[in-house]
């Protein structure tokens, strides 16, 4: 008998059924369209992010007090620690190793180039590195700075390049172009220049504009320094900073740090840095951190404040929807009292109307929430989306809940109606 009564009450008022389920469906669009944006484009958003420079920086901890201009270490080739190259692999084999995504180390030496004093900086452009049998990983300055601009290419990386390119002031300068060589001055160990090949012309806005930057494997010779670099500075994908980040890690019990280290802030991922490199220093650049952070986390808290006003407009809504089948089907909820029916049995059938118009609501809501979030990414983050299926029961709890909520004041205020005043009431009209 219920599910006559069920089937019966649901074919009819089409339209206001039909505006309890868009309504339900408008505010699980916009939850499923926040919440596949935060699981396919949050990374996105990241690595662009990522793209203009590292946030972790890499030294000796023996080194010493580092003579630096713009973040650049000036200190005679002599003076100071430094890093093993063939070392570096060891960065893709961390805990979040995935999250490690580009990395170059950096050797500087002063030099004379025309007669001018500048800095030689060596570095990887593209270096292929193989991290297991069949995977490669392409890293270097290419990969750490896409957005520096070069005119002309980029260096080749192979053993004996001798491409490089050269600062956008220094060229300047000098009056050196695109295709010209330079001699870069001997040093005392050796009776050769260093000879390079100028690649292409370096704008970063930063210290490498008065630089020449060449392949540091040529550097390190010129430099008597085989295997050996100053610097490795790091990009890494990381959660914004939160107070459990900045806790004192010698003070967590062995469950907190476990969580600690499992989460990948900048601050754990440079621990796990220190680790696979001993006598290293592995510092985080809060200034890049913090703000990705504050970036990450705007974007985030204007997409889930727009969903949770989404929501609430739907609850309202169904709210409303619901009050007012209440009040039409009066009669109907006296005679079922009058009858024997109890409160219970009464909420029951609106219940499981609610939970109907609930899931068919959340089925269309997921869909159309689905394709709205791959609009959104297309249009405003230029990356594609696909249908996050992880999400969709989680989604259809959501629609039942927002309906649910919807029907919860109506059905208390429905237990106050006497049925000896609603069949008198409508006995007399």
């Not at 390049?161 to 295709?179: D, I, M, N, T, Y």
């Not at 394709?371 to 039942?400: D, N, Y």
Request: proline share 5%; glycine share 8%.
């Amino acid at each position: 008998m219920l599910s006559r009564i069920l089937r019966q009450s649901l074919l009819r008022e089409k339209r206001r059924r039909a505006l309890a389920i868009f309504a339900v469906m408008l505010g699980t669009t916009a939850l499923t369209a926040v919440a596949t944006l935060e699981l396919a484009v949050r990374d996105k958003v990241s690595r662009e992010l990522r793209s203009f420079g590292a946030n972790i920086a890499v030294t000796p901890a023996a080194d010493g007090l580092p003579l630096s201009v713009g973040g650049i270490d000036y200190r005679p080739v002599a003076s100071g620690s430094y890093l093993h190259e063939a070392d570096l692999i060891k960065l893709k084999k961390i805990f979040w190793r995935h999250n490690i995504i580009a990395f170059a180390p950096l050797l500087y030496a002063p030099a004379r180039i025309r007669g001018a004093s500048t800095v030689l900086m060596g570095a990887w452009f593209d270096r292929e590195l193989e991290v297991d049998p069949g995977s490669v990983f392409t890293t270097g300055l290419h990969s750490l700075h896409p957005n520096w601009s070069v005119e002309g290419k980029w260096p080749e990386d192979d053993k004996e390049s001798r491409e490089c390119l050269v600062g956008r002031r220094l060229a300047q300068r000098l009056g050196v172009k695109v295709g010209e060589t330079l001699e870069v001055a001997p040093r005392e160990h050796t009776d050769l220049p260093l000879t390079l090949t100028v690649a292409g012309i370096l704008e970063t806005g930063g210290a490498e504009d008065d630089q020449v930057v060449a392949p540091l494997r040529a550097v390190q010779r010129w430099a008597g320094l085989e295997g050996k670099v100053r610097r490795v500075e790091v990009s890494a994908l990381t959660k914004p900073e939160d107070d459990f980040a900045r806790v004192d890690v010698s003070t967590l019990a062995p469950a907190e740090f476990d969580r600690w280290y499992c989460t990948p802030y900048v601050s754990s991922i440079a621990y796990q840095i220190q680790e696979v490199l001993p006598g290293t220093r592995a510092r985080p650049v809060f200034q890049v951190a913090e703000t990705e952070g504050k970036i990450l986390g705007q974007v985030s808290s204007l997409l889930w404040t727009l969903a949770l006003a989404a929501l609430v407009t739907a609850i309202l809504a169904v709210g409303s929807t619901a009050l007012a089948t209440i009040l039409e089907r009066r009669p109907e909820i006296g005679l079922m009292k009058a009858m024997g029916a109890g409160e219970g049995h009464v909420a029951r059938l609106f219940l499981l109307e609610a939970t109907v118009t609930g899931l068919l609501g959340g089925v269309l809501g997921y869909f159309s929430g689905s394709l709205l979030a791959g609009v959104l990414a297309e249009k405003i983050f230029g990356t594609p989306v696909s249908v996050e299926w992880i999400i969709f029961p989680a989604m259809l709890t959501v629609a039942l809940a927002i309906n649910l909520a919807g029907h919860a004041w109506p059905l208390l205020w429905a237990r106050r109606f006497s049925p000896t005043e609603i069949l008198h009431d409508h006995q007399a009209i």
